[in-house]
């Protein structure tokens, strides 16, 4: 047997079953450090700054080099575990550390809770400003691992009627988080089940009771409605969910995402920074309770081209995230700053060195410590956080990023056939390199489904089944690939005309990432074939709030104009339909959008335009196309679509 390290609660060592004992407080904290920074390496100079900053440097180093000193012997048989040269102190990856496996993909919920038993080095008493900073945003970021694994139990649980098991979990996660709503619920749910209806309501009072002394506040909405259905003895439904409404998030403050600063010529570093911001931005989005907008809101600007008080004011960002990349060999440092976006103030930033192959650990240490930041001010938001798997080969992640790169210069609707089959090239390289590459298999579907919709292909079937494949796929590998599950509720209602499997992948898309503008997209188009137009299009609209010029503009303005029209607001209709032909004048699909809205509004001047245009880019338009690509499930939204092309001259 190895190492064995126990951070939570009280430290434990040992060594083949023999305990160690590390009494140096300073020793135990390094050891802490090393196996929560990224590659589980610090340099000496972050070290001794951490753990020695009352010191000058030259002091601190030399009071780091004893500490090693006094840390490798008393690993005794394990000192080989920490190496150390000139600039950086590095922890071996066998060791078998408590706080890995909780962090670990997948793991199951009861282990993960069971391994807690207190704090991350719970009782150490080292008062030095700079750690005790780190420690608690260590504690922070792992307490959110644990209760949204916990959260993410007690839904399962619910979903499966086992009300018992939701209790039991949720009791867990009351040690961890006393004023977890989500477990208050379950508990007050299983009391409703097995008529226990005072006991549900003392639940909720002393619940009640507990978040006004500790916070004075009130139980949330949904809570308050629980308590009234158990009050009038109503059936109680399913568990809570966090609630991802257009009204709600945007309740919370949102955080704008600037591009970064590459800090030299070099094409190839340009890309890499692009592709960090773009992770790093959906590692954000993936805590999912507050909007997180992205870098082409603003056009991709960083704060050499656009002062980050306008930059935020365009969108309405309470916060801004801003930083420089600088690549030399095969080493980089990233500096990243979090800045308050009405002062422009910065409110904490930090520099991220180490090898190029770690980048996916930046982004990650980077995105923890800017939620230990601002969950302060959420005001006890659950900070549920889904972990995604990055890529293990960086060849593949660069193409990726190279397909995205093309997507981005692509226009305001579904590109080009010829755009979108490079793409193809570059993603099928990619998964070649790493088959268990989610965010490429999601890619190829999503270009998959661009062939099957636009008909660029004459095995237009054959298309659909390979973004249904390559979305299936995605999801298998990761199942909370919001973005896979937008494409497959596309293909389902477009494909299948299964309309169920469509509504449940596109809220999962949503409740996933209720940031993302692609996901309400989905959702919005799939709730307009589904005959609800009205819901449709408080998705379509809050697209425009989380990015004021989303890439598939084209696509998202041509769903807007036929709900606005379905819904009888037909000046809305039309304003939606000019600014699609502004936006995205060769867009097909688009066109054929405009044209019903036109004639339906009696526009025949702006219907002809729009009708002369189509009948160049798509001469073969017929009544049967509409028919098989327009998958209404409604027949007299179908009427009226057609009505309005017929009433624009589409068809004699």
Same mark, same amino acid.
């Given at each position: ?111 993960? +809770? ?48 086992? +009300? ?82 257009? /009204? ?154 190279? /397909? ?16 979108? /089959?490079?793409?193809?090239? +570059? ?42 494949? /390559? ?145 160049? +880019? ?35």
């Amino acid at each position: 047997m190895g190492l064995c390290v126990r951070l939570l609660g009280t430290f434990q060592a040992e060594f083949g079953g023999e305990d160690l004992h590390i009494a140096s407080k300073r020793g135990r904290a390094m050891l802490a450090v090393l196996a929560l920074s990224p590659g589980r390496r610090i340099s000496r100079q972050g070290a001794a700054a951490l753990l020695w900053p009352d010191r000058d440097e030259p002091q601190a180093r030399a009071s780091l080099r004893q500490e090693l000193s006094s840390l490798r012997k008393a690993l005794g048989p394990a000192e080989t575990t920490i190496r150390a040269d000139t600039e950086t102190i590095t922890m071996d990856g066998g060791v078998d550390l408590d706080v890995w496996s909780v962090m670990a993909d997948r793991i199951p919920c009861g282990e993960a +809770l069971d391994l807690f038993r207190g704090e991350i080095l719970d009782g150490i008493d080292l008062p030095l400003e700079p750690f005790e900073e780190w420690l608690a945003d260590q504690r922070r970021v792992f307490r959110g691992r644990l209760v949204g694994l916990a959260e993410q139990n007690i839904r399962q649980q619910l979903d499966r009627g086992d +009300l018992a098991a939701a209790e039991e979990c949720a009791g867990k996660l009351l040690q961890i988080d006393t004023c977890n709503e989500i477990a208050v619920a379950a508990r007050m749910r299983n009391a409703l089940a097995n008529g226990r209806r005072l006991h549900g309501l003392s639940l909720f009072d002393d619940f009640a009771a507990r978040l006004d002394a500790e916070f004075q506040a009130k139980p949330g909405p949904e809570l308050t409605r629980l308590r009234e259905e158990i009050a009038g003895a109503k059936s109680a439904g399913a568990g809570p969910t966090p609630n991802t409404s257009e /009204a709600t998030l945007f309740d919370r403050p949102s955080v704008l995402v600037m591009g970064f600063d590459c800090l030299s010529a070099s094409a190839d570093d340009r890309m890499l920074a692009i592709g960090l911001v773009d992770e790093m931005r959906m590692t954000l989005s993936y805590w999912r309770w507050f909007p997180v907008i992205g870098p082409e809101a603003i056009g991709w600007k960083s704060v050499r081209e656009a002062d980050i008080r306008s930059a935020a004011r365009e969108v309405a960002a309470s916060y801004a995230v801003c930083g420089s990349l600088r690549h030399y060999g095969d080493t980089a440092r990233i500096t990243v700053t979090l800045a308050d976006a009405t002062t422009g103030e910065s409110l904490w930033s930090q520099n991220f060195d180490g090898e190029i192959k770690d980048i996916f650990d930046f982004q990650e240490v980077v995105s923890r410590s800017i939620v230990a930041q601002l969950e302060p001010q959420i005001a006890r938001a659950e900070a549920e956080r889904i972990a995604r798997k990055p890529p293990v080969n960086l060849a593949a992640w660069h193409l990726v990023t190279e /397909a995205d790169e093309l997507e981005r210069l692509g226009g305001g609707g579904y590109g080009t056939p010829e755009g979108n /089959a490079a793409q193809l090239r +570059l993603l099928e390289r990619a998964t070649g390199l790493e088959p268990g590459y989610a965010r490429a298999w999601t890619r190829i579907a999503k270009v998959h489904w661009r062939f099957f919709l636009m008909g660029w292909d004459a095995d237009r079937d054959g298309r659909g089944l390979k973004s249904e494949e /390559a979305s299936k796929r995605a999801i298998a590998l990761d199942p909370n690939d919001w973005e896979a599950h937008s494409y497959q509720a596309l293909i389902q209602v477009f494909g299948h005309r299964d309309y169920r499997a469509g509504e449940y992948h596109s809220g999962e898309a949503v409740r996933l990432n209720p940031s993302a503008a692609l996901a309400r997209h989905a959702a919005g188009c799939t709730l307009e074939w589904l005959g609800r137009p009205e819901e449709a299009l408080r998705h379509l609209e809050l697209v425009f709030r989380l990015n004021p010029d989303p890439p598939h503009k084209g696509a998202v303005l041509g769903d807007l104009s036929t709900c606005y029209m379905l819904s009888g607001r037909l000046d809305e209709a039309v304003e939606a339909a000019r600014r699609l032909m502004a936006a995205a004048p060769d867009y097909s699909r688009g066109l054929q959008r405009c044209i019903a809205t036109f004639g339906l509004a009696g526009r025949g001047d702006l219907a002809a335009e729009a009708l002369a245009r189509l009948r160049k +880019l798509q001469p073969d338009f017929s009544e049967d196309y509409v028919r098989s690509t327009y998958p209404f499930r409604r027949g007299d939204d179908f009427a009226t679509f057609m009505d309005g092309l017929r009433r624009a001259g589409c068809w004699a």
